[in-house]
């Protein structure tokens, strides 16, 4: 017989692993909302047999699913970017989701680092264990308006079974997550204490606890889920880098462009005040700088306003002794965010461990091709921008032999 194994999850987390679950389970309580049961072969063939309709039709049934939530639900709306619902990112992102976990229910292994990612994702917007059942209800709706008399009894309780199972080890892992890896659970308010203006397009924000608690530094590269209350608009998440490393001053910086038609971004370059309270989620991220790494050479791609976990990396980097390359991609030249900062750097370091690349599109300069070979696996490399751009540099890079690019995308996990 064919098992569901829990032992899975300690298959996700190769480098923490041992630590977070021992945690978990011999001080640390999750919620439990599901009982995970082993699924039988006949259970597992059966839903696998499913695949091929879901990964036809997934993206019709998640958005099914979350207008149906939004609707029924729309306390959970302030989880939700409604620009990745329009754009139909989130939805492909879930549908995705379905189809890898029918396509792998007798070894998670091979999708562990994605389902990571959604752990980290779920982390940093505060994700709370009692979510699961409203997402269970809203897709077992969803399911049965794309599908209808196609799916019997059988259908409903197996698929049932097999959620609450994933469901139940989500719930483990982003308990453990919470407990063991962030400053603080949930979130805490913070302050407006300094607005400065980066360039024409960007404002960084430095926040502080309102309550005058200690923080602690963020890993380089992190960043912070906030939620924001704007007048009598409902509440909204975002999530933003820190943009600088930790100072004396027991403050976060987050530097934020204003986008055209950009609810949050529009507020915080022409409305925020200091002084101004914005709840807030500890640190979190994957992409962070790689201390253990025994390269030597750093290379950062940054794409507009992708440069912001790129500062804190970039310091820590040359604080270690190492040498850093970076290429800086913009649209025009009064949209250049941390000039100032640029020059600091290699007057501290000097410029023979501070090479800067800078192009400006509407100068006609764009990185090509030939910059990018000059990056090659010896170099620790960073990459971060709009998805076009990442896709085009990864792709580069691969060519060159760079096995491990360290990357991330805004929003939901890419797929």
């Avoid at 998670?108 to 980290?120: C, D, K």
């Avoid at 994933?166 to 407990?179: C, F, P, R, S, T």
Wanted: glycine fraction near 6%; hydrophobic fraction near 35%; aromatic fraction near 12%.
């Amino acid at each position: 017989m064919a098992l569901f194994n829990p032992n899975h999850i300690k298959l996700m987390y190769r480098q923490s692993t041992e630590r977070l679950f021992t945690t978990m389970s011999t001080q640390l309580k999750a919620p439990q909302l599901y009982k995970i049961e082993p699924l039988t072969t006949e259970e597992i063939d059966f839903l696998k047999s499913l695949a091929p309709a879901v990964k036809e039709n997934g993206v019709t049934v998640t958005s099914t699913m979350y207008n149906h939530m939004f609707e029924t639900y729309p306390q959970v709306k302030p989880f939700f970017n409604m620009t990745n619902q329009h754009t139909k990112r989130q939805p492909k992102v879930l549908a995705f989701s379905l189809y890898a976990y029918l396509t792998h229910l007798d070894d998670l292994n091979p999708i562990a680092p994605f389902v990571h990612q959604i752990v980290v994702k779920h982390c940093g917007l505060a994700v709370e264990a009692n979510q699961y059942p409203v997402v269970e209800k809203c897709l077992t709706y969803a399911f049965g308006k794309v599908f209808g008399d196609a799916l019997n009894d059988h259908f409903y309780k197996v698929f049932s079974k097999a959620y609450g199972n994933l469901a139940q080890l989500l719930i483990d892992a982003e308990w453990a997550h919470y407990h063991t890896e962030m400053q603080w659970v949930g979130f805490k308010d913070f302050k407006v204490t300094k607005l400065e203006k980066e360039c024409e397009d960007v404002t960084s924000v430095y926040l502080t606890p309102a309550d005058g608690t200690q923080l602690k530094p963020a890993l380089p590269g992190q960043y912070l889920g906030l939620r924001w209350a704007v007048g009598d608009h409902p509440e909204v998440s975002r999530e933003y880098s820190i943009s600088d490393t930790f100072q004396n001053d027991n403050t976060f910086r987050i530097s934020v462009r204003l986008i055209s038609n950009g609810f949050i971004s529009t507020y915080v370059n022409e409305q925020l005040k200091v002084g101004d309270v914005i709840k807030t989620v500890a640190p979190v991220g994957n992409f962070i700088y790689k201390k253990d790494s025994p390269k030597g050479k750093i290379a950062l791609f940054a794409g507009g306003i992708g440069i912001t976990p790129l500062v804190s990396i970039a310091e820590t980097a040359l604080a270690d002794g190492k040498s850093i390359k970076f290429f800086y991609s913009n649209r025009k030249t009064t949209t250049i965010a941390f000039k100032s900062w640029f020059e600091d750097l290699q007057s501290r370091f000097g410029k023979d461990r501070v090479e800067l690349h800078s192009y400006v599109s509407s100068e006609g300069e764009k990185l090509k091709v030939k910059d990018i070979d000059s990056v090659d696996d010896s170099y620790e490399t960073y990459l971060l921008g709009p998805v076009e751009y990442m896709d085009f540099v990864k792709t580069e890079l691969e060519k060159n032999g760079v096995k491990n690019v360290n990357l991330e995308y805004f929003g939901p996990t890419n797929v």
